[in-house]
Structures are given as C-alpha cells and as structure tokens.
C-alpha cells in the first residue's frame, strides 16, 4: 500500500516536470523570432523598427540560427522551475507542517529559481548565437561549447550567472505567489475554454509584469554573456558601462521594453495554458 503511494507520487512529480517542458518547447517555436529582435535592442540600444530590419538584412535562413540552446534551455528550466517547485512546496509542508504557507512556497519557489540557474550555460550559448558579431565564428551550438570549454574552460560557461541568480528566485516568488490571486479576479470560467483563456491572461500578465521589473537585469546579463574570455565584471561595473554608452539616460536601459512586454504576454500565456492544459489531461 506504502508503495503504490509513493507510486502516485512520483508519477504527479513528473507529470510537473513533464507538462513544464512541453509548454515551453511550445512557446520557444513560436515566439523565438520576437525574442532575436529584442536580444538586438538589448545589445545594441536600437529601436523596435530597426531590429526587425536587421533581422530581415540577416535573411530567413539566419532567423532561427540559435532556436537550440533555448528549446533546451527553456524546456529544461520550465520543467526544473515548475517540477522543483512543486516537489519543494511539498518537502516543505511535510517538514515544516506549522510554518505559513506564504513563507515554505515562496522558499521553495527561491530554492526553484536557484537551481535554474545550473542550466545558464545553454542561455549563455543562445547570446553568443543570437549576436551579429559572431556570426563567422562559431559553427553550432556543440560548437561553441566546445570552444569555450577548450579555450577558456568550464566557468566561462556560467559568465553572466549572478543576473540570473538574482532575476530567477524573486520572480519566482511572484509567479507562483500572484498566478492563483490574479486568476480568481478573473471572470469565472464555466468551460474548457475558458479555462484556457484565463490561464493564459494570468501567465501573461504576470510574465509581463516581471519581464519589466526584472528587464535591467536581462541587459546586463546579455552584456556579460556576449564577452568571451577576459576579467568577469561584476553587476555594478556592466550597468554603469551601459548607462554610460547610452548617455547616462535609464530610460535607454529598457530599450527593446514594450516589444519584451508584448513577447512575454505571449510566452508565460502560453506556458502557463499549456502547462494546465496538459496537466489537466494527463
């Protein structure tokens, strides 16, 4: 009896991890061409109109050169953030049955985002990819791992790892904080449908939400990350050189903003539908 428990446990478990993969494989096929837009407003500080004519300068065979270090990123970090979480909250409540509610999801949601984190060296590839500068150098994404790892060695893989650190476990905490308050504001759904549309109004207005809050620190860790070799700056020195060479001006810093606001609107609706969706069926 103890055993088929734990049975139907472990199969929940994965059922989180698996959902969370699929969803975000999704949303990577289909929004990958808004994210290399805005990935040149990042690096570049150009406005909306001139990144999509670079892109279209760049051709349609180079518009999803990079789709494979996302589509596993993301699909790993999805199934990590949502599967992690779901397994901590869990632990937590099971050790620590006293404590609010509040307090053991909002750990487990730090503790989610943390382990994100060991998969940076695949977003970190996806910037190399995703620059016009390095176009000519680098063959793939087995490539320039390869490269990196010869050259430079293991850490040079995880340049730009405190940004994510710092943007991953609080917007966690938000996410899975606000997804279920902000869907009971919602009109009620009555069928399938609506379900699907009110998940994927909640997913994207909270991914949209933290997408601005959080986008300073998606400039700097795309800065850090499209540098190979050389000293690792901290935080503080990759945001006063970017404030600089945009004339001091923090409304330059969220270039490329309202076009992540839209992206994301659409990703973590996505997602989010996807994922209950799926786990709705299975």
Known sequence: MASTDQDQESLQSQKH?????????????????????????????????EAVRQLQRDGVRTL??????????KSSTIAVMFGLYEDFSRLL???????????????????AGTAEAVLTPFERVQTLLQDPRHHGNFQ??????????????????????????????????FFFGLRGPIKELLPKAETKA?????????GGILGAGL???FYPLNVVKSHAQVQIGGEFQSCRVILANVLRERDGKVSRLFRGVHLNFQRSVFSW??????????????
């Open 93 to 111: 409540r099971l050790t620590a049955p006293q404590a609010p509610v509040l307090l053991t999801d909002s750990i487990a949601a730090v503790l």
């Open 211 to 213: 997408g601005v809050v």
């Open 194 to 202: 609506g379900h699907l549309v009110n998940d994927f109004v909640c």
């Open 17 to 49: 991890y698996l959902c969370g993969s699929v969803a975000a494989f999704a949303n990577i096929v289909i929004t990958f061409p808004i994210h290399k837009a805005l990935f040149r407003q990042q690096l570049f500080g150009v406005q909306t109109r």
């Open 140 to 173: 793939n994404t087995a490539h320039i791992f390869r490269l990196l790892l010869q050259q430079h060695g293991i850490r040079e893989l995880y340049r730009g790892l405190v940004p994510i650190l710092l943007r991953n476990g609080p917007s966690n905490v």
């Open 269 to 282: 609706g996505i997602i989010n539908a996807t994922y209950e969706l799926l786990l709705k069926m299975l």
């Open 64 to 73: 999803y050169r990079g789709i494979l270090p996302p589509l596993l990123q």
